[in-house]
């Protein structure tokens, strides 16, 4: 069955440190992928998305992502995390023919200590 | 910049009473997409909209919540009557297309129902 995993519910980092947030799919063929982030009690923004070409994904507010075909794993990353950063992260996944359904994984929550 | 907007932001109700959230998405988006969103988890699409057309209501309680875009721009979103295990955030989304154009959220109806 098609999934999106992350297999990591909270992640606690202090400011400054990098950060690295996991998510796998398992998919058919290599689905389209975003990386999501929700402050408390807002909506959703997107951060960065993957069709094609350059694996390595630059996104907003310093974010990266890399698409590793062999691992089905799409993580985010960011060299230096901030105070503001502390939020809920989504990955989301569209297959890439047919009807295109967005699915999205559980979240990470990033709680970002000083 | 163009926003998704949502109404209410929050809203209490006893079970077994009638609700409506409205959503008015970003002008010339085509899709529509409705989320529930509970807490703790990632958001789970309730029904999609291309234009006024339904295209995808499979996860939509049918028995008793409704979904209407009569004329492809905003929508509303109905339960009646309410349960307990409705209370969660109902989120709106929009895009210029289905799948791998970025989709856009509103800050979200949370829904309590006592």
């Known amino acids: 069955a098609q999934s999106v995993t992350q297999p990591d519910i909270h992640i606690t980092v202090s400011e400054g440190a990098s950060l690295e947030l996991r998510c796998n799919y398992s998919?058919?063929?290599?689905?389209?992928l975003f990386w999501y982030v929700q402050s408390p009690g807002q909506g959703l923004q997107l951060l960065l998305k993957?069709?094609?070409?350059?694996?390595l994904v630059q996104g907003i507010k310093g974010f990266e992502a890399e698409f590793k075909r062999s691992q089905s794993s799409f993580n985010l990353r960011k060299p230096s995390v901030h105070w503001s950063d502390a939020a809920e992260y989504f990955c989301?996944?569209?297959?890439?023919?047919?009807?295109?359904?967005?699915?999205f994984g559980t979240g990470t929550k990033l709680q970002v200590i000083p | 910049e163009a926003e998704v907007a949502q109404s209410p932001r929050y809203k209490i109700t006893e079970k077994s009473q009638a609700v409506a959230f409205w959503c008015d998405p970003i002008?010339?988006?085509?899709?529509l997409y409705w989320y529930r969103q509970i807490l703790g988890q990632g958001p789970e699409l309730l029904v999609q909209?291309?234009?006024?057309?339904?295209?995808?209501d499979s996860q939509l309680p049918k028995d008793r919540f409704s979904a209407e875009r009569l004329k492809g721009v905003d929508s509303t979103l109905k339960i009646q009557p309410a349960e307990l295990g409705d209370s969660a955030m109902y989120l709106c989304a929009s895009s210029l297309d289905q799948g791998r154009t970025e989709a856009f959220f509103g800050q979200g109806t949370r829904l309590t129902v006592v």
């Open positions: 993957y069709f094609s070409g350059d694996t």
């Open positions: 998919y058919g063929a290599t689905p389209y």
């Open positions: 989301a996944v569209v297959p890439s023919g047919g009807y295109q359904k967005v699915t």
């Open positions: 909209f291309q234009d006024e057309s339904v295209v995808d």
């Open positions: 002008s010339g988006h085509a899709t």
